[in-house]
């Protein structure tokens, strides 16, 4: 267990919710929150904020799990059945709120990025906050109930998703995409990569990281986040 790099509280419902913050070089931009795996805010979700930082976006990646993070997969699952929905969904819901209410974003909508069970709370959010988000990425995403109806969700989606990937099957995953477009109307973009779950994550603690992979998807979400959102170049 490590302690996560909490820089940043914001109102979540009546109560306070804790995150970590990265600012772009020219201090502006738009903004894009970061959903945690079921590790926690590892150095790893820190990372990818700070790499979503350096491209130009205001990053905000919530602690959901309230400081606790692990690298043993059986606590992660047990963290990760314990945390209730509705709070983790109200989490993020006031992030995307400090988020358009804070003077260094320079966007009318959000961007969401989330990975693994962040990846199922990004299609979640996309759905609760309507036209709030402009943007949805899940990376394999993996949600351990049913998801919400998708009659709101009006982001253009973008999904990476690992064609070995033991969490879940293709078939799943193209059954997802055809309930956002009958509930939505919208076609989720679903790309599949010749790799496992968890591919994108350079801690490696499930040995399926794909440098090569990862850095396709990274590309092409980042050109996503630019092209949805009005991001400036990276300075």
């Known amino acids: 267990m490590e302690n996560p790099v909490q820089n940043v509280t914001f109102p979540s419902n ?4 804790h995150g970590y913050l990265a600012l772009p070089p020219s201090g502006r931009g738009p903004g894009v929150v970061v959903i945690q795996e079921w590790w926690g805010l590892t150095s790893h979700i820190v990372d990818v904020a700070n790499r979503l930082a350096a491209e130009g976006f205001v990053a905000l990646a919530p602690d959901l799990y309230g400081g606790t ?14 945390l209730p929905v509705d709070q983790a969904a109200r989490d993020l ?3 995307v709120d400090y988020l358009l209410g804070h003077e260094a974003v320079t966007s009318s909508k959000i961007g969401v990025v989330g990975f693994c069970m962040g990846g199922g709370f990004v299609l979640v959010l996309a759905a609760q906050q309507g036209d709030k988000i402009g943007a949805a990425v899940p990376f ?10 998708f009659d709101n969700l009006s982001a253009p989606v973008l999904g990476h998703f690992g064609e070995q990937d033991d969490f879940q ?44 992979q990862a850095g396709k998807a990274w590309n092409a979400t980042v050109s996503f986040l630019r092209e949805q959102l009005g991001a400036p170049p990276a300075q």
């Open 140 to 149: 394999y995403a993996v949600f351990g109930q049913d998801y919400p109806s």
């Open 69 to 82: 993070t692990t690298h043993d997969a059986d606590e992660a699952g047990k963290l990760m059945q314990q």
């Open 93 to 95: 819901g006031g992030a």
């Open 14 to 17: 009546g109560g306070t919710a």
């Open 169 to 212: 099957s293709t078939e799943a995953v193209r059954e997802l995409a055809g309930s956002i477009e009958r509930q939505s109307g919208r076609r989720p973009d679903f790309r599949f990569y010749p790799a496992g779950h968890a591919f994108f994550n350079d801690d490696n603690l499930l040995g399926t990281y794909d440098p090569e």
